[in-house]
């Protein structure tokens, strides 16, 4: 009885740290695999437990109690994403119980080797999850379908490889008023969120659906413009974010290509890469562009004439996205003094370049910008503060080194203190970061004491993109 609640406890302490991580990564489980930050986790807590159960399982229950729990339970505690208890994660242990009580039965009566015994287990369990999942999915995509069709809104597509969201809010907030509009919050961007989306929350009075489209492989965004048939898409600007992905530029820019795909396409707005007849490039019509601390101003020529927008919203790179908003928003609304009024008035999309001040400090919130482009225009748009500047930052995520190098060497250039958080580009950037001070911290938890102790008011202090734990 002993080893059969020793085996039950273990299955279920693995599968924890298993559906943790499929959640991270949008339950797939080749980029849990292949695209996973950081694999020692894997080997710690999934791994060395798997092997010393199979090889050591008359003593792993020492193991188990003494080691495996604990560090597992500590691991938890430290992490800055946990397992979020949803639906589908409550189907999965119900399906790893159901699993686990049959195995029990017939390891009683055979006595085979536990370790075997787990992953047995674990792989019934995802295969099973993964059936159901996909059958509900397929039922909740119907019912997401038909919603759609009753509501019947004008329906805007958007992405890029970075902006997405800031273009999306800046739309919203140029239409809301005339319209009722709706729009996909925070991050939802994958086929999955929106179908839920749909289902839970999309109001039945909507006129106006603006949604954002991610992707991570090729097909991901098609796959959403077929599903919703938009009649608008909008493509920002593309770089080399989630490059770790997609390998090659020119796979980054077919995939976001995709957005004009849908077969019900009017008419498209793309920063600067021509599609068919119905996309029209904004790049050329953009000019002069003045940033500072106070926000941006620029020229942007519609229908032929020049006209002079101004707003508080911070980065030389939001008059491009905000420009992609005022496009589609002139579609349903042909009043440029009207709009000029609306983008004067823009609120900071949060954690995007969002200016606060705290304390005598100047705060800049940026933690959601996670390219290059954007981290590099921020940093030259801090560049006019007088007084001391502090940055904190991971560096850029899922790019290369050469890109965290480029980060590096501009950090020098501006920076009086770099706080460096994350694991991932630690060593990329404390190796190429040579005249700013530098800091390195591996606990969050400690981030807020240590900018009181090194910061005094005065300085400006900018959260420079941000990583989750697993990055």
Not at 30 to 41: A, D, E, G, L, P
Not at 48 to 56: L, R
Not at 202 to 217: F, H, K, M, S
Not at 400 to 411: H, L, R, T, V, Y
Request: glycine share 4%; net charge positive; no cysteine.
């Amino acid at each position: 009885m002993f080893d059969l609640i020793v085996h039950f406890i273990t299955t279920f302490a693995v599968g924890f740290y298993l559906i943790t991580t499929l959640q991270w990564y949008n339950y797939k489980i080749s980029r849990v695999i292949f695209k996973f930050h950081m694999y020692r986790w894997h080997l710690f807590y999934f791994l060395i437990p798997i092997f010393t159960y199979i090889f050591a399982y008359k003593f792993f229950w020492i193991y188990l109690f003494f080691g495996y729990i604990p560090a597992l339970m500590l691991w938890f505690w430290r992490i800055k994403k946990p397992l979020k208890i949803t639906k589908r994660v409550k189907r999965f242990f119900l399906i790893l119980g159901f699993v686990e009580t049959i195995n029990l039965v017939f390891m009683n009566k055979f006595h085979y080797n536990p370790g075997i015994a787990l992953i047995v287990v674990l792989v019934i369990t995802l295969i099973i999850s993964e059936i159901i999942e996909a059958i509900l999915f397929a039922k909740y995509k119907k019912l997401a379908k038909e919603k759609l069709q009753k509501i019947n809104p004008t329906i805007i597509a958007i992405t890029a490889s970075y902006g997405k969201t800031s273009i999306k809010n800046f739309t919203y907030e140029l239409l809301k008023e005339k319209f009722k509009t709706y729009k996909t919050p925070r991050s939802v961007n994958t086929l999955k969120g929106i179908v839920l989306d749909i289902n839970t929350k999309l109001p039945n009075d909507t006129q106006i659906y603006i949604v954002e489209a991610g992707a991570r492989e090729r097909g991901d965004i098609k796959e959403i413009v077929k599903f919703l048939e938009n009649q608008y898409s909008i493509l920002g600007k593309i770089g080399p974010q989630h490059i770790k992905y997609f390998k090659t530029i020119e796979n980054i820019k077919n995939t976001k290509l995709e957005i004009f795909a849908s077969p019900k396409l009017i008419k498209g707005f793309s920063y600067e890469i021509p599609y068919n007849e119905k996309v029209i490039v904004i790049k050329d019509k953009i000019s002069n562009i003045k940033a500072t601390l106070d926000g941006i101003e620029w020229d942007l020529e519609i229908d032929g004439e020049k006209h002079h927008f101004k707003t508080r919203i911070l980065g030389k790179f939001n008059a491009i996205n905000i420009s992609l908003a005022i496009y589609q928003a002139y579609e349903f609304i042909k009043d440029i003094e009207y709009l000029k009024n609306r983008v004067l008035n823009l609120p900071y999309v949060p954690h995007r370049l969002q200016k606060l001040e705290v304390g005598g400090k100047i705060i800049i919130d940026d933690s959601f910008n996670g390219n290059v482009d954007g981290m590099m225009e921020s940093f030259e748009l801090v560049k006019s503060h007088p007084g001391r500047k502090v940055i904190v930052t991971p560096g850029v995520v899922e790019a290369n080194e050469e890109i965290n190098k480029k980060i590096a060497k501009k950090i020098d250039e501006v920076f009086d203190l770099a706080i460096i958080t994350g694991k991932s580009n630690k060593k990329v950037l404390w190796e190429n970061i040579l005249n700013t001070d530098k800091v390195y911290i591996n606990d969050k938890k400690r981030l807020e004491k240590m900018l009181q102790e090194l910061t005094k008011p005065g300085d400006l202090i900018i959260f420079s993109n941000d990583a989750p734990d697993y990055l």
